[in-house]
């Protein structure tokens, strides 16, 4: 009895300090990237469901010269063709399938050799990490437990055939509210076995939107910051990019889009992006002062971006296959 008892009081007070950590958390200034990069981790004034610390990679260059991570570049490789919905959801749940094969029934924490692509472009195993880079048809997709009225005219019952949203909806398994895929928005879905990188789900999400953030910045674009208690980036009180991701023992898909040109705002007028109200999107070429760019152009930036946050280097999954 009175072992319980001792056990019931300890289980109390870790309980207390985790609460108090987590009340204690301050939320960093990220006036400038290289700023951000002056200390190896940042604490996060987020929610709980988001709450997370981002930590840096220490890795030596060799290191991430070994980590190589099969790239499906269909924003290059097509000549900027957009890629209906389904088509790379089937693409997705392929590759974790693939992943889940490769990890079997082994440890906790299988061994790492065959999480990256070998040095020898011939081997074309699968099962290795992957990132998908592409630009959908129109679709609005929902969470496992978005709310559908987020969706202008979804439920008015007495609605004509001009207010019946023009837009594909789809409701797939990630988490996060509604919102809206098409032309002129870059989205990237990493197919990641987080044990080679942090066995964090809320360091994961803070590491994508890291990566939005060096891209913009690499663009030109400035102001880009998170939120306290959202997802996403945002400039000047507009949000630019979403987050919205499933993991499966680990292993990452879906992922993140960024809004580059205008062509990707004219439909976010048929829902509440993100389920925000009120809340207003922006775009790249909204908040840059310098030329145009085009979905291809920043494209470069994200690549660029994807490998200094994840430590990783990126190969061509058409030029290995050549």
Not at 51 to 70: H, K, S, Y
Not at 158 to 187: A, F, M, S
Request: with cysteine; aromatic share 8%; hydrophobic share 40%.
């Amino acid at each position: 009895m009175i072992t319980a008892v001792l056990l019931f009081i300890y289980a109390v007070a870790i309980a207390v300090a985790v609460a108090v950590e987590a009340l204690q958390i301050k939320s960093p200034s990220y006036s400038h990237y290289h700023q951000r990069y002056h200390t190896t981790s940042f604490q996060l004034a987020l929610q709980p469901q988001q709450l997370g610390e981002f930590e840096i990679l220490e890795l030596t260059t060799n290191e991430r010269n070994q980590r190589r991570v099969r790239l499906h570049d269909l924003i290059t490789s097509t000549n900027d063709e957009q890629i209906p919905y389904h088509e790379a959801w089937d693409m997705q749940k392929e590759l974790v399938e693939q992943q889940l094969t490769r990890i079997g029934k082994r440890p906790k924490d299988p061994p790492l050799y065959d999480q990256f692509l070998p040095n020898d472009l011939e081997d074309n195993r699968v099962g290795c990490d992957s990132i998908i880079i592409l630009q959908h048809d129109p679709v609005y997709t929902l969470g496992t437990a978005s709310d559908p009225a987020f969706i202008n005219g979804y439920n008015d019952e007495n609605n004509d055939n001009n207010k019946v949203p023009k837009v594909p909806i789809v409701r797939i398994e990630r988490g996060g509210e509604v919102t809206y895929h098409g032309p002129g928005q870059l989205t990237v879905y990493p197919i990641l076995d987080l044990r080679g990188y942090k066995q964090d789900v809320h360091w994961y999400m803070r590491a994508l939107e890291e990566v939005i953030l060096l891209a913009l910045e690499k663009a030109g674009v400035q102001g880009a910051t998170r939120e306290d208690n959202l997802t996403g980036v945002w400039v000047s009180d507009k949000k630019i990019a979403a987050i919205g991701i499933k993991a499966r023992r680990w292993v990452t898909m879906h992922g993140l889009a960024i809004n580059v040109d205008m062509r990707s705002l004219g439909n976010f007028g048929g829902i509440v992006p993100c389920g925000l109200e009120g809340r207003s999107v922006t775009c790249i070429n909204e908040a840059i002062d310098i030329s145009q760019l085009t979905v291809e152009e920043f494209t470069v930036h994200v690549k660029e971006a994807l490998e200094e946050i994840f430590g990783i280097t990126l190969i061509s999954a058409e030029q290995q296959n050549r």
